[in-house]
Each structure stands twice: as C-alpha cells, then as structure tokens.
C-alpha cells in the first residue's frame, strides 16, 4: 500500500501514527488563543495542528440553521451564519498562524471549504489538503483542490462506499493519486456504539489506500484502537478548556487528556512490534530456565532400556529438551544414571 509524505513524515502501514490536533475553529476567533493551542499541540505531542479556513459568506445562507450540537453549545438565537462569522479569521491569521507553526516545529494545516481559502492555504504552503465530511459530494471543491497536486486527507462521516468512490473519481480525474482516506463519524460527540471501527478496515480492503480516523468522541480509547486496527493518522479534536463557549469545545479533548492521548498511540505502536514471531532477547535468557529438560524418576542402571516410567520433566533444561521425551524411549543408558539426574545424549546409546 502506497506510502505518502507530508513535510518530513510519512504516512502510511509500518510508519508512526500521523497524529493531527485538531483546533477547528476552538481558536474562538482569537489569534492569540489559536496560537496558546498551537503551543499546546506541539507540546503534547502531536505532528499536526489544524485549523478550519473558511468565508461565511460562500459556506452558508444567513438563513441556514444550527446542528442540534451546535444549539445545545452556542446562543439559541443565532443562525449558523451568525455563529461561524464569529469564528472567521482573515487571511492573514492563517499567515501568522502558518509561520508560528513553523517556528515553533510543528506542521501546519487547514481544511478549506471555499476556492479562496484553497488559493490562501496553497499560498501559506501547506503540505496537504484535508477535506472535512461535510464536502465530500462538493465536487467543484474537489476537483479544484485535486488540482493543487498536493496530498490529500479525505475525511468519510456521512458517506457510503459509492460516494466515497465518486469523490474518488473526482480526485484521480484530476491525476492526483496521494489520497488518504479518513474514517469519521459526524455526530459530536459520537456514542461508542455509533464508531464502527471495523470500517476502517472496509475502507482498507475496498479501495487499497492509507486509512486513518477522524474521531469525535470523548475520551481517547477510540483513537488508540484506531491505532491497533491499522490507522495511519488519528485525527482528534483539542481545546483549552472543554467549558468555553464554541461550538465544538465539549466534544474535545483538554491538553492533558490529548498529551494522554499521544502517550498511549506511540505506547502501543511499540507493543504492536513487526509481526515477526520469534524469542524476544529476553526470553532467550528465562527459556532455559522456564522450560523443562528430561530427568530419571527413578535410579536407572547401566544397560538398561529406558521406558517412561523411569523418566518425569523438571525445570530447568539442564540436559535434552522435554519435547524428546518420547524420542529416547527405547534407548539403552551407556552408564548409571541416579535419580534426579539430567537425563543428557552422551549418557544414552540405540
């Protein structure tokens, strides 16, 4: 499966997780918050922040209504117009923002939802596109991002196999193959019951690209079995304080739960190992001494033939391996053997 690179990371099986922090629009419309997350990503960890780029004015109609997440965390009397000019920085936010990432070693990202803001984030030199759920039946935005030729992260919630195959479509028309596919459930937060993990390998097995997870549920043992799964990024959304208010704040992670979050993926990548079945080094060093050798049950006579009952396994292997046992039955013993003693090759003969 194809391996792509983002700055200086890649993506794809057997390489580290590709861990986004997501800030959204968690910023609240304030530079200076959004750089206080910048911080707080790269200190817990992650390889990624990223923002949401958008003009309110070609996302949504000044009529349009709030998700009932969105009501249930933000004022009852605003429209979703409203609620997102609010959370609209301008273009040269994402500038600032860009070079503050860099400055402080961490890779910067945004998902656009407008031709303007695709033209903005290709000027400040992002490394990749990732597109949110929400857009993936836009096909003019797809097609025009295909054309930047950069990488692209395809997030899924709310698609099935044969949108996510007309999106598909879109992209590789444009000849642009660096695609990962994301995972996601679009409901914030999402029910455990409502994750469907095994997806992740449906979307593996169907379309033989790099899949990863866009997760919105509370805690962090969805992402990390992500991880167990096969996911290449983990995607998780991370605020300051989960009780400011915003629209996404109470389905985010707080910096201490996201540093958790990153100990834990690169805590089981290690335990993940290479699949190679084999004795550890230390195992090489408790083998002889876990596992057991043959030895006489009873005083055995020079001459004799041995039989099985003239014979028991004990720790540790000091002369031949119990898995001969049945193997020396028959033998003759070339000398005395007392009992207790470590049946060896040398004391037997045909």
């Known amino acids: 499966m194809r391996k792509l690179k983002i700055e200086n990371k890649y993506i794809g099986e057997n390489e580290p997780c590709f861990i986004i922090a997501e800030v959204g629009v968690n910023h609240n419309g304030d530079i200076e918050l959004a750089k206080k997350l910048i911080d707080a990503a790269k200190d817990a960890g992650a390889d990624a922040v990223k923002f ?10 000044r009529k349009a ?9 933000t004022s009852v009397n605003e429209t979703q117009y409203d609620m997102l000019k609010k959370l609209e920085l301008t273009e040269d936010d994402f500038r600032e923002l860009a070079n503050y990432s ?53 997030s899924t919630g709310m698609a099935t196999l044969g949108e996510i ?7 590789r028309n444009e000849g642009n193959e660096k695609i990962i596919l994301l995972h996601c459930t679009s ?21 033989k690209l790099p899949v990863g997870l866009s997760d919105h549920t509370t805690g962090i043992i969805v992402p990390v079995a992500a991880v167990a799964l096969g ?12 009780k400011m208010p915003g629209p996404d704040h109470k389905a985010s992670l707080e910096p201490h739960e996201l540093k958790a979050m990153i100990r834990a993926i690169r805590g089981l990548e290690k335990a993940l190992g290479n699949g190679i079945k084999k004795p550890t080094n230390e195992e090489e060093k408790i083998k002889m001494v876990a596992r057991r ?26 002369g031949i391996s119990a898995k001969y046992f049945y ?8 000398e005395d053997i007392m009992k207790d003693e470590a049946i060896t090759w040398d004391k037997l003969e045909w």
């Open 327 to 334: 193997k020396i039955l028959g033998m003759k013993a070339k």
């Open 65 to 73: 209504k709030k998700a009932k997440y969105q009501e249930q965390s």
């Open 102 to 154: 860099r400055k402080k070693g961490i890779i910067f990202l945004s998902s656009p939802f407008d031709k303007a803001s695709v033209d903005l984030l290709q000027e400040i030199g992002v490394p990749a596109f990732k597109i949110a759920s929400g857009e993936i039946t836009n096909f003019p935005l797809l097609k025009y991002i295909a054309q930047k030729k950069k990488p692209i992260i395809l």
């Open 231 to 242: 996911a290449v990024i983990v995607e998780k959304h991370f605020t300051l304080n989960k």
């Open 187 to 207: 409901s914030y937060p999402t029910k455990i019951e409502d994750v469907n993990l095994r997806a992740i390998c449906t979307l593996r097995s169907a379309f």
């Open 165 to 171: 195959e007309e999106a598909l479509r879109v992209i």
């Open 52 to 61: 949401q780029t958008f003009k309110v004015d070609e996302l949504v109609t």
């Open 293 to 318: 050798g043959i030895f006489a049950r009873k005083n055995i006579r020079k001459g004799e033939i041995i039989r099985e009952d003239m014979l028991t396994t004990k720790r540790p292997v000091e």
